[in-house]
């Protein structure tokens, strides 16, 4: 997938007139987050029987909340139903700044689903002391408190809070440090009393390396030990996290019923099996489904998904995106995706890395109705689905890019100051003012259309080989297909970009946040941990390092300001080709080996004096380096025979109002889920 890794999006002024319509994209800033709203274009131009699918596929997408919380730690529940009963029912000063410090700490975990960071993954510091929290537990009555049966507020406070204030305990949810066990050093909820090498070895002997057609293994399961025997919990009706899992089945039946041809109903009747079985099997049968339809209007992805979150890249996170095509931009994506072998083969990588046929790459540009899940309140803003290798190389993949959340991005970000700081000169200024709306929306759709449809396995190479680095391996690759294109006459000419200086906007907005802006993601003293912004950083590092002797690119110093200065653009297309090369041989051989030197050197260490510079200047600028969004409200109007006469879309609900809601009517599972 592809988050929005670029901090800055500046629109040209002609759009920001033309798009001044009243609606208001901010809703309230706290902490490093800025929570926006966006609209759902073209929504009330649907027919009924789409309005109304689209609704079942909401409601099925808000019940898997709850399951995310728990995979992303399994206090976490618990701590904000906690957090929520003090919100709702104290009746003390909520003028007391530690008060203040607990909303906001409330409001945190809301936006990561959980106690740790959605992005730099380290445990939040509450900003109320222990005697604090306690006082104010106390003076609630224990039926607003989630405590387990037979258990005491003494005995909660107990367990709960060495969980919530000593920094020692469940410091990380996800831990990739390099020669540590990062299952046993991750607080994520995935692996339980199991070290990393008994993980390996579990799942190392179900594989088959002559199987073609594998499935994801462990996809949807927590794998523990008891007794010393190693078993999977899989998330499964009858199964761990069956209660949510019911509600979801119970929409998507609806949804079956109102489904707009035979081939999406028998997607949602396939997933329906899946959440029934537990079976990845058959989890394999959806996908190809899946992927095959792309005639309908109305889409949605509903299930554990993405690996992100799991050290060891296996495990997925729930989540889910309902969305419709939007028709008029997708023509763009048309065009790429109807180019996608031309692409395949002039590629730089070894022929033997490449795909002989590229299929149904199929690409559109979508309008989300709802996010849920990990896609909530921070989103992506370009997903490629399924993810196992064998379909997508067989049956092909689906991408997409958001067009509605990338226009809130850009209309919130407008004139913040953001590029007047960290810009060198006005030249690049012009570019990217003038191009970088369009080539940042097209690299996107370049990174997921054809960059992580593109090249091959060799035979025999286990598809999970390059471990904890395979997802900065994956989004590097991605990027770089992508970034070396950008460059490529052939997008002029077909009418992609509107002449041969435009791809230098993307070139120089993609370098200065690899090298420098994406640091104010990173607290001072910290490594770089998240896979897309690993990524980033070894793709603008490499080409620094590689292109320093003909001064490609470099960091200059102006007064004390360090700025980005790109000499030779087409030098610095030449290594995204070079460095295209070597990553794709490293994905397509299972280099474990050199995948993990190429991330150590490049992508995880942060120079400390150019790390604090760039936070100083970045602060002085009073903005949220992380954004999410408060969904749309969606109501569906009844006639007396209970049938669903219209749903009603609108954009008032504010950020803690909405989460209270969803905490409330879609909370199904219980605080501790074993
Ligand atoms: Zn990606």
């Not at 959605?118 to 604090?132: D, L, M, S």
């Not at 994506?333 to 199929?362: L, R, Y």
Request: contains cysteine.
């Amino acid at each position: 997938m592809l988050v929005a890794g670029s901090l800055l999006t500046i629109g040209c002024e002609e759009k920001k007139q033309a798009s001044a319509n009243n609606f208001d994209y901010t809703v309230e800033k706290f902490a490093d987050l800025q929570i926006l709203r966006y609209q759902v274009p073209g929504f009330d131009e649907l027919d009924l029987k789409q309005k109304e699918l689209i609704y079942y596929l909401s409601q099925a997408a808000l019940e898997g909340r709850d399951i995310l919380f728990d995979q992303n730690g399994k206090y976490n529940l618990r701590i904000r139903r906690l957090l929520e009963a003090i919100y709702v029912n104290y009746q003390g000063d909520k003028n007391n700044p530690e008060y203040k410090n607990l909303e906001t700490y409330l409001k945190r975990i809301w936006f990561s689903n959980g106690i740790h960071h959605h992005y730099g993954c380290e445990k939040f510091a509450p900003g109320f002391t222990p005697e604090y929290l306690k006082e104010v537990v106390l003076s609630l009555d224990n039926t607003q408190l989630p405590l387990t049966d037979g258990q005491s507020t003494e005995e909660f406070c107990a367990e709960i809070f060495p969980v919530v204030f000593d920094s020692s305990i469940m410091p990380k949810r996800v831990n990739q440090a390099d020669g540590e066990d990062v299952v046993v050093t991750s607080a994520c909820n995935y692996y339980d009393g199991i070290s990393q090498a008994e993980v390996e070895v579990f799942y190392g002997n179900m594989k088959d390396s002559n199987d073609i057609t594998p499935i994801s293994y462990g996809l949807n399961s927590r794998l523990v030990k008891e007794n010393g025997v190693i078993s999977e919990q899989v998330w499964k009706i009858g199964g761990l996290y069956s209660s949510a899992i019911e509600k979801i089945v119970y929409w998507l039946k609806k949804a079956e019923g109102v489904a707009e041809n035979a081939e999406q109903r028998a997607v949602i009747n396939k997933l329906i099996a899946y959440y029934e079985s537990g079976d990845l099997r058959t989890f394999d049968e959806y996908a190809i489904l899946w992927v095959k339809d792309t005639d309908s209007r109305i889409d949605f992805v509903n299930g554990f998904t993405e690996s992100y979150g799991d050290p060891l890249g296996m495990k997925a996170s729930w989540e889910s995106l309902v969305n419709f095509k939007d028709l008029e931009a997708t023509k763009r994506t048309q065009t790429i995706s109807d180019n996608a072998q031309w692409f395949e083969n002039n590629s730089p990588v070894d022929d033997k890395f490449k795909k002989d046929e590229v299929k149904g790459v199929s690409a559109k540009v979508i309008t989300a109705a709802i996010l849920a899940g990990d896609l909530y309140p921070a989103t992506a803003i370009g997903i490629n689905l399924p993810n196992a290798n064998w379909i997508r190389a067989e049956h092909g993949s689906k991408s997409v890019t958001i067009g509605n959340i990338t226009d809130a991005y850009n209309k919130a970000a407008h004139g913040n100051g953001f590029g007047d700081e960290f810009i060198y000169s006005n030249t690049e200024r012009n570019w990217v003012d003038q191009y970088g709306d369009i080539t940042g929306d097209l690299h996107t759709d370049l990174h997921e259309c054809l960059g992580h449809g593109s090249g091959k396995l060799l035979p025999g190479v286990d598809p999970d080989a390059l471990k904890a680095y395979g997802a900065t391996v994956e989004e590097a690759r991605a990027d770089l297909f992508g970034l070396y294109y950008m460059a490529d006459p052939k997008l002029v000419e077909l009418g992609l970009l509107p002449n041969e200086d435009a791809y230098k906007a993307e070139y120089y907005n993609f370098l200065m946040n690899g090298l420098m802006t994406q640091l104010v993601r990173i607290e001072p003293g910290n490594n770089i941990e998240e896979s897309h912004m690993r990524n980033r950083q070894l793709i603008a590092r490499w080409v620094l390092e590689k292109g320093a002797s003909e001064n490609a690119v470099q960091l200059l110093k102006k007064g004390d300001k360090t700025y980005v200065v790109v000499n030779d653009y087409q030098k610095v297309r030449q290594l995204f080709g070079e460095l295209l090369s070597e990553i794709q041989r490293i994905k397509s051989t299972g280099d474990f080996d050199a995948a993990r030197t190429i991330v150590e050197n490049y992508a995880v260490k942060v120079d400390p004096e150019l790390h604090a510079e760039v936070l100083e200047r970045y602060k002085k600028l009073n903005l949220a380096p992380y954004k999410g969004f408060v969904n749309p409200v969606y109501e569906a109007v009844y006639d007396a025979d209970g049938n669903i006469t219209d749903v009603l879309v609108s954009y008032n609900e504010g950020y803690a109002e909405q989460m209270l809601r969803y905490s409330r009517d879609y909370s199904s599972l219980p605080s501790i889920n074993n």
